[in-house]
T-cell receptor, first 115, second 110 residues
Framework: DAGVTQSPTHLIKTRGQQVTLRCSPI?????VSWYQQVLGQGPQFIFQ???????GRGNFPDRFSARQFPNYSSELNVNALLLGDSALYLC??????????????FGPGTRLTVL | GIQVEQSPPDLILQEGANSTLRCNFS?????LQWFHQNPWGQLINLFY?????KQNGRLSATTVATERYSLLYISSSQTTDSGVYFC????????????WGAGTKLIIKP
């Protein structure tokens, strides 16, 4: 079975631009979470979506937005890019059960560089 | 908010050695997970262990929830164990938000 896929793999943008990152979850998974991982640090939670509804939001500015589609894939949008947005963006999918042991499976990430 | 501290930050070992990684957290949690991130960035879930002990091959983990810490044991290390090990926790009222430690970078030398 295919794992979580993300596109693109790498992306270079300039300050002020907008970017859209894409994620396809594992078949049968209904929940998608997005994380930002700055070099040398642990991931930071951005959003979680379940059945196309936002179920959780981390401490990120409104420049960050996301949505989930009927096929459970998801997009993360970042507007007005700043140099500090340069990071590895990780997508994780899970079954979406309302249980703490709902294991998340991570994609390979999209490495965003803002110049 | 809840704080997650991991130690040591870096660890260099010879192949075959054993290691213990520690995760301290500042408040009660309903979810604690250990992850491994390989040198190419891929994150893999190792254990879901909010309390008790679990083992999976050469890896085992123990969480003492009352004392707010968790330990990850790696025995007979292999070069493929290299990477960064993260501990992540979630509180009941955290709105499904996993809070991650800064990780322990492990290098296994052949």
């Amino acid at each position: 079975d295919a794992g979580v896929t993300q596109s693109p793999t790498h992306l270079i943008k300039t300050r002020g631009q907008q970017v859209t990152l894409r994620c396809s979850p594992i078949s049968g998974h209904k929940s998608v979470s997005w994380y930002q991982q700055v070099l040398g640090q642990g991931p930071q939670f951005i959003f979680q979506y379940y059945e196309k509804e936002e179920r959780g939001r981390g401490n990120f500015p409104d420049r960050f937005s996301a949505r989930q589609f009927p096929n459970y894939s998801s997009e993360l949008n970042v507007n007005a890019l700043l140099l500090g947005d340069s990071a590895l963006y990780l997508c994780a999918s899970s079954l979406g059960r309302l249980a703490a042991d709902d294991t998340q499976y991570f994609g390979p990430g999209t490495r965003l560089t803002v110049l | 908010g809840i704080q997650v501290e991991q130690s040591p930050p870096d660890l260099i070992l010879q192949e075959g050695a054993n290691s213990t990684l520690r995760c301290n957290f500042s408040d009660s949690v309903n979810n604690l997970q250990w992850f491994h991130q390989n040198p190419w960035g891929q994150l893999i879930n190792l254990f879901y262990i909010p309390s008790g002990t679990k083992q999976n091959g050469r890896l085992s983990a123990t969480t003492v929830a009352t004392e707010r810490y968790s330990l990850l044991y790696i025995s007979s290390s292999q070069t493929t164990d290299s990477g960064v090990y993260f501990c992540a926790v979630e509180r009941d009222d955290s709105n499904y938000q996993l809070i991650w430690g800064a990780g322990t970078k492990l290098i296994i030398k052949p």
